[in-house]
Structure formats: C-alpha cells, structure tokens
C-alpha cells in the first residue's frame, strides 16, 4: 500500500515536471518571438503620435522621435486596431511604418535581439533561472529523501520559476501568458502556505 501511494506521488510529481517544460518552453518562444516595444501614443486629430518610446535608445538608433505619426503596426493600419483605442501603446510589433514630421515614411522591421535590455532582462534570465530550478527540482527529487516536504519544496521551486518565465509571455498579453502569472502567484502561496 506504501509503494502504492509513493507510485501515485511520484507520477504526479512528474506530471507537474512535464508541464513545467511544456509552459516553460511555450512562454520562453512567445517571449523570444515578438519584441516588446512599449511605445505609448496619443490620440490627435485622427492620428496616433509617438510621446514616449519606453527603449529611448533603442528608439534613437531607429530614428523613431516624439511627435512621429504610426500608420501601420505589423502591415495593419493602426485605425483598424481596437485595442489602441483603449490602451494607447504599442506593446509588441515586427514592423512598424511611421511618419516622420518632415513627410518621410519609413518602415521599421523589428528583430527580437534588437532591444539587448530585452534580450537580457525577458528572455536570458529567466530562461537560466527555469533551467537551474528545473536542475535543482531534479537534484532534490533524486537525492534527497522522497518526502512529501520535498515534493512540495519541488513544486514550490518549479511554481516561482513558471511565474517568473511567464512575466514576458505576459507582457506581450498572451492569453497562455497571463493566465500562468497569474495561477502561478497564487500557487506559489498555497504550496507555501501547504509546506
């Protein structure tokens, strides 16, 4: 009966550990795939102007400026998107068209290893901290003795490292994204709390 209920535990543990690597990885790609620009606009006169780049330098080697019109994000025209209208910035884009204030459009193609504040902040480090707490999560399981405490310990481990991984998938609002930051801040205090 013992080996029984150790049998089951242990499943369980490697079911929580499989998606774990099945999130970790999905929100480490969306994170990689679509730059987070967060540009705020504002609304004049039926045009969206640029008043604030969040990556100012970044926006200076594009020679995007305050007071720039955005006509396009990623080949769609910006009064087609509603979103805009509710939240007035640019969170994520590949490509952006914009209209300079001396009547020069220029088209913008966005790389993801553009930004290196990004780069390093959304996707470097929290991709080493989702390896290591997955590498710590199987030293533990593997030398330690197989207690219940340990197996929280684990969960509790791999539950911090998901929220911490899917702060940039998030960011982006994707919907996988957010529901894990959000579940997994309140896992992580319930598994706390439970150990």
């Not at 300079?100 to 902040?121: C, M, R, V």
Request: glycine share 6%; hydrophobic share 50%; aromatic share 12%.
């Amino acid at each position: 009966m013992v080996f029984g209920t150790r049998l089951i535990k242990n499943k369980w543990l490697w079911c929580a550990i499989s998606a774990y690597l099945i999130l970790g990885i999905y929100l480490l790609y969306v994170t990689y795939s679509t730059p987070f620009l967060g540009i705020k606009l504002e609304e004049k006169n039926d045009q969206w102007l640029i008043i604030d780049p969040y990556y100012k330098e970044w926006a200076e080697k594009q020679k995007i400026a305050t007071g720039d019109i955005i006509l396009d994000i990623d080949g769609k025209n910006i009064a087609d998107l509603e979103n805009i209208t509710y939240n007035p910035v640019i969170r994520v884009a590949k490509e952006l068209t914009l209209l300079k204030k001396n009547g020069e459009t220029i088209h913008l193609q966005i790389a993801p290893f553009d930004i290196p504040e990004q780069l390093l902040y959304v996707l470097v480090l929290p991709g080493i901290f989702y390896l290591l707490s997955l590498f710590i999560s199987i030293y533990l399981y593997y030398k330690q003795k197989n207690t219940s405490l340990i197996n929280l310990l684990i969960l509790f481990i791999l539950t911090v490292s998901l929220a911490y991984v899917s702060i940039g998938a998030s960011g982006r609002l994707n919907s996988v994204g957010t529901v894990v930051n959000r579940s997994s801040m309140l896992l992580c205090l319930i598994i706390l709390i439970h150990f």
